[in-house]
């Protein structure tokens, strides 16, 4: 059978280990640095981590991010080429928004799993101090109408139309292209139709700033963090959060409506990061000596129409998707909510999650205990490198499930721009 012939069965795909490096707040110890290198720091350390150094080692490497370069148009590739992996390995680009990291996870797998490949690293980076700024779009059409120009007189007189106005870049803008609002205004919109209160958001946003701090200081972060400028650990952490604390802050969206309640506190950060996650066949961990932290078992993918749901009543709203995902994944799956020990939902905005949860149990899954939910913090205490987030998920997760008595299952669920939400389910058996 050669290479690319699919194997006649399809094999469990392992969660091997996972690295990152610490996530830091925009404009601080990361500003200068590059999506490649900081996916670069993640990946070395993922290699050094599991000996990935020889030749072949590994079967290829897929990432990506959302705010790129044109620099970046090859940004995988030219990671590896940048690491200790061998650079014979191939790469590439993937890009889902918030949902990038867990998407590259589930391309990897799907290769594994069909037997295309014995192993592969997946992963993402994102910077939102280095974000892109394009060239003025007027400025833009003169600068290609110039290009074009088959005389230099012609090129003068379409480079004399240039004026100062035209020297103000295009400034990146957290905002949905269909409906101008951003995504923190989308879930406020959400909020506000679910009634989501202002303290239930602010004790979300404290616990997983207390959760976080805690698996620190028990170490449980010392095989999947690896330094980097300086910074050992999440810069936006605050161990000492409280509702009281979190109470103080003034709202920052839903601002055109009486009574908003998301906060700089109960909302995440714009950050700086990057994570890699190492995924194999039963075979190739066996034969290297390595233990599995869980293995991928299913996953779902799913969008909706929030430009006119968002504001029909928040079910459809714009980070609402994993609502019908995890449904549609569970009753394939044959599973209820109450299948799981630990549930990681990715923490865009604490009004959210309890959204989520809240259309979960409206939808008959039942409702999640918040014991195991976000048992190690999550994106709100740690910070969101967009196309990183669903790769830290996965390596903490499934860290998480092999401190429990097998077998044991996790349930994750990651809401993404555009409508979209990428979930999946993780086993230890």
Same mark, same amino acid.
């Given at each position: ?9 399809? =094999? =469990? ?13 925009? $404009?601080?110890p ?6 490649q ?34 620099r $970046?148009?090859n ?11 061998d ?5 590439? $680009?993937i ?54 120009a ?13 004026r ?38 602010d ?49 920052v ?5 009486? $009574? ?12 700086? !990061? ?11 961990a ?10 991928l ?58 959204a ?18 976000n ?14 987030? !669903? ?16 077998p ?22």
């Amino acid at each position: 059978m050669s290479p690319q012939q699919l194997s006649p069965s399809v =094999r =469990r795909v392992a969660i091997v280990g996972g690295a990152r490096i610490p996530f830091a707040r925009s $404009d601080g110890p990361y500003a200068t640095a590059s999506n490649q290198q900081m996916l670069t720091a993640a990946l070395d350390g993922l290699v050094e981590r599991y000996g990935l150094q020889e030749p072949g080692a590994v079967g290829e490497f897929v990432a990506g991010a959302v705010l790129k370069h044109s620099r $970046d148009f090859n940004l995988a590739r030219e990671t590896v080429l940048g690491s200790a992996l061998d650079p014979r390995t191939p790469a590439y $680009d993937i890009q889902q928004a918030c949902g990038t990291g867990l998407q590259a996870v589930i391309a990897a797998a799907n290769k594994i799993a069909l037997g295309q490949t014995e192993s592969a690293v997946a992963g993402g980076a994102d910077t939102a101090s280095d974000a892109p700024l394009g060239v003025n779009d007027s400025l833009r059409r003169i600068l290609l109408e110039a290009r074009r120009a088959k005389s230099p007189g012609a090129r003068l007189k379409a480079l004399a139309k240039v004026r100062p106005g035209h020297l103000v870049p295009d400034i990146p803008r957290n905002a949905e292209p269909r409906t101008g609002l951003s995504m923190g205004e989308h879930a406020a919109v959400t909020a506000r139709e679910r009634g989501i209160a202002r303290e239930a958001q602010d004790e979300l946003a404290a616990i997983s700033h207390q959760r976080l701090a805690a698996a620190y200081e028990r170490g449980f972060f010392q095989d999947l963090v690896v330094p980097f400028r300086g910074l050992a650990r999440d810069q936006n952490l605050r161990p000492g959060s409280t509702v009281e604390k979190l109470a103080s802050l003034k709202p920052v969206f839903g601002l055109d409506h009486p $009574d908003p309640t998301m906060t700089a506190g109960n909302s995440t950060p714009l950050t700086d !990061g990057a994570a890699t996650v190492l995924l194999a066949s039963e075979e190739w961990a066996r034969e290297r000596g390595l233990e599995p932290l869980a293995y991928l078992t299913a996953y779902e993918t799913t969008a909706v129409d929030f430009v006119g749901g968002d504001v029909a009543g928040g079910e459809d709203g714009l980070l609402m998707a994993p609502a019908h995902a995890v449904p549609r994944m569970l009753e394939r799956a044959g599973l209820g909510l109450d299948d799981f020990d630990l549930v990681e939902i990715h923490e865009a905005f604490a009004s959210q999650v309890l959204a989520t949860l809240a259309a979960w149990e409206k939808r008959g899954l039942g409702t999640v205990d918040r014991a195991r939910l976000n048992v190690a913090g999550s994106s709100l205490a740690t910070g969101h490198p967009f196309a990183a987030t !669903g790769a830290r998920i996965v390596a903490t997760l499934a860290k998480l499930l092999t401190e429990r008595d097998a077998p044991a299952r996790g349930l994750i669920s990651v809401c993404a721009a555009g409508g979209q939400g990428v979930t999946a389910i993780l086993e230890r058996a």
